[in-house]
């Protein structure tokens, strides 16, 4: 049972234009939410996280928005770039014990941006 | 710069080998994980450690065994391993009642089991 989804494998986008990513998930007890990027033959980096108290979260190009009522956050990207072009994953937090966090994955979405 | 570092970066072992995936971060945290990406699979968690005590078994088989003699060092010990462990192994970490940060990862451990 996959607790966070994200449906689309891939997006390409025109450079300069908005980039759009999306996520679902199905378990309430989430209480962050972040996105992470990943470049070939390296690990994740994180990018942004909203907690789920908050509808958005800013930060210079990335913009992240919770809509707790339909489980569903998404990464707005704009104006995208070429150095952008990655798979972006999405994950869920919720707290294990003090200072641990269990993060959930989604499978990813490989983005490329089109000159 | 991550601040978690993997050795090996790629490693080719049989399944009656014994072998062992290191991480080490120098970012001042408390807590690391171990995960593991299966092709076409999510990122899947593991171990976790906080302050060197294992807090989280995620159902793993046995012949997986991590080891974290401090806060900063993580092992993943590996035996008798099958085919389908074949994956790229992740360590991570963050820091201590700071949920709302991220996790940082090191670059992985390609293994593929022969």
């Known amino acids: 049972d996959q607790q966070v989804k994200q449906n689309s494998p891939s997006l390409s986008v025109q450079e300069g234009r908005i980039s759009i990513l999306n996520c679902d998930y199905t378990?309430?007890?989430?209480?962050?939410f972040l996105w992470y990027k990943k470049y070939p033959a390296e690990g994740p980096t994180f990018l942004i996280s909203?907690?789920?108290?908050?509808d958005k979260n800013e930060d210079g190009r990335f913009t992240v928005f919770l809509n707790k009522s339909a489980k569903h956050l998404s990464l707005h990207i704009v104006p995208s770039q070429p150095g952008d072009s990655a798979v972006y994953f999405c994950?869920?937090?919720?707290?294990?014990?003090?200072?641990?966090?269990?993060?959930?994955f989604g499978q990813g979405t490989r983005l490329t941006i089109n000159p | 710069e991550t601040g978690v570092t993997q050795t090996p970066r790629h490693l080719v072992m049989g399944m009656t080998n014994k072998k062992s995936l290191k991480c080490e971060q120098h970012?001042?945290?408390?807590?690391m994980y171990w995960y593991k990406q299966s092709a076409k699979k999510p990122l899947e968690l593991m171990f976790v450690?906080?302050?060197?005590?294992?807090?989280e078994n995620n159902s793993v088989p046995s012949r997986f065994s991590p080891e974290c003699p401090n806060s900063s060092h993580l092992f993943l010990h590996l035996h008798t391993l099958q085919p389908e462990d074949s994956a790229l192994y992740l360590c991570?970490?963050?820091?201590?009642?700071?949920?709302?940060?991220?996790?940082?990862f090191g670059p992985g451990t390609r293994l593929t089991v022969t």
């Open positions: 991570a970490s963050s820091q201590d009642g700071t949920r709302r940060l991220a996790q940082y």
């Open positions: 378990n309430s007890m989430f209480d962050y």
């Open positions: 909203i907690s789920s108290i908050k």
């Open positions: 994950a869920a937090s919720y707290p294990i014990i003090q200072g641990a966090q269990k993060l959930v």
């Open positions: 970012l001042g945290h408390n807590a």
């Open positions: 450690y906080n302050f060197k005590e294992q807090t």
